[in-house]
């Protein structure tokens, strides 16, 4: 965490919400970069090897003819595949992988785009009305919460 909040307090509370460290404001780019690889390295320490990759893992999801294969990263529309931008490629598999949830324009926005995104929050929808284009008839499974996002609804009519 960094903040320009620096008693011990503020540093505490930081703490027990789980921050793996804290920083406080003026710091030096060298002492933070120092910190961030550390941090980098305990979770590698701590992380479980990688599986070998296996064919019989391969998930293909299937909603009537829009198939997604999640570790191949492709798109099916009725047995032809999809021509999308690495972005509504992106955005898809989020959507997918959240299924039946509602996903705020913000939650997109950092999910898909990432935090250092500048912009407004109609860029999702942009992108949105892209993916829907590409997907054709099966747009139907991504679905407008007015106000507020979308959500990816295997059972939309």
Sequence with gaps: MLSARGEEYDKLFGFEIGVDDYVVKPFSPKELMARVKAVLMRSRASAP????????????????????????????????????????DDLLFYLVRNKGLALTRDKLLESVWGYDFFGDDRTVDTHIKMLRNSLGEYRKFIVTLRGMGYKFDANAE
């Design 49 to 88: 090897a990688p599986a070998e990759p296996q064919e019989e893992k391969r998930e293909t999801l299937v909603f009537e003819g829009l198939e997604i294969d999640m570790a191949g990263r492709e798109v099916y529309v009725d047995g032809k595949k999809a021509s999308m931008t690495p972005k509504e």
